[in-house]
């Protein structure tokens, strides 16, 4: 079993940066694929970053670009996402997920591509609004 929290969201301006943090527990986390999705209400849970177990391979879809950078310690068990440049559309609650089959995951191969079934372990959220 891995046990996920995220922490650090909030309210921000647009063009302002935050910082997530996802602290991981029980299970090997060296060997899980992580992965971070938000999900805004009405609206389907969609993928934002992901990172290999090493953390020497992070993928982003291209809606994301180059605005968001993952990072991840295994030393500590946690998962860092950079989010810069905020925009009103970013707004959502994120999480962070991962995955049993570690490098495995699609993200990894289609930068476009994340399948939510592949994550079995799920933290509760953070929510992160940006407006003026």
């Known amino acids: 079993q891995l046990h996920l929290v995220e922490s650090g969201g909030g309210l921000v301006q647009p063009g302002e940066s935050l910082t997530l943090s996802c602290a991981a527990s029980g299970f090997t986390f060296d060997f899980a694929g992580i992965a971070w999705f938000r999900q805004v209400p009405g609206k389907e849970r969609e993928g934002v970053s992901c990172?290999?177990?090493?953390?020497?391979?992070?993928s982003y879809p291209t809606f994301v670009g180059a605005r968001f950078v993952v990072s991840r310690n295994n030393s500590h068990k946690t998962v860092t996402l950079q989010l810069n440049n905020l925009q009103p559309g970013d707004t959502a609650v994120y999480y962070c997920a991962g995955s049993a089959i570690g490098d495995l995951t699609a993200c990894l191969r289609d930068r476009n591509l994340y399948k939510e079934s592949e994550y079995h372990f799920w933290g509760p959220g953070t929510q992160v609004t940006v407006s003026a």
């Open positions: 990172i290999s177990t090493d953390g020497a391979r992070t």
